[in-house]
């Protein structure tokens, strides 16, 4: 199914974090937080200023970001979990 999210919205896969602590402690899935990364599948056009001219999107299709820990909306498409959220939600781009 196709998804093209409306104005400064996008869609994100969330990145799985990792199994492991750093020093090498197994962390089992029901203490696991959210991760707050992703990968952006889908970016909205963009949001109009007050002269209706549209406002470029600072995030494009791919750009792996940082988001808040309550940011977005669950939802399932093609069985597959993920995130609308508005631009603004996005703390940053990862390079």
Request: hydrophobic content about 35%; charged content about 35%; cysteine-free.
């Given at each position: 199914?196709?998804?093209?999210?409306?104005?400064?919205?996008?869609?994100?896969?969330?990145?799985?974090?990792?199994?492991?602590?750093?020093?090498?402690?197994?962390?089992?899935?029901?203490?696991?937080?959210?991760?707050?990364?992703?990968?952006?599948?889908?970016?909205?056009?963009?949001?109009?200023?007050?002269?209706?001219?549209r406002i470029a999107?600072?995030?494009?299709?791919?750009?792996?970001?940082?988001?808040?820990?309550?940011?977005?909306?669950?939802?399932?498409?093609?069985?597959?979990?993920?995130?609308i959220m508005k631009?603004?939600?996005?703390?940053?781009?990862?390079?």
């Open positions: 199914m196709a998804f093209t999210p409306l104005h400064d919205r996008v869609v994100v896969r969330r990145l799985e974090s990792d199994d492991k602590t750093s020093g090498g402690l197994i962390i089992p899935d029901n203490a696991k937080e959210k991760p707050a990364e992703g990968k952006v599948v889908a970016v909205g056009s963009g949001a109009k200023d007050e002269d209706g001219k999107m600072d995030v494009k299709k791919g750009n792996k970001i940082l988001f808040g820990k309550w940011s977005g909306t669950e939802i399932t498409l093609d069985g597959e979990e993920l995130l631009e603004s939600d996005i703390l940053g781009i990862i390079s």
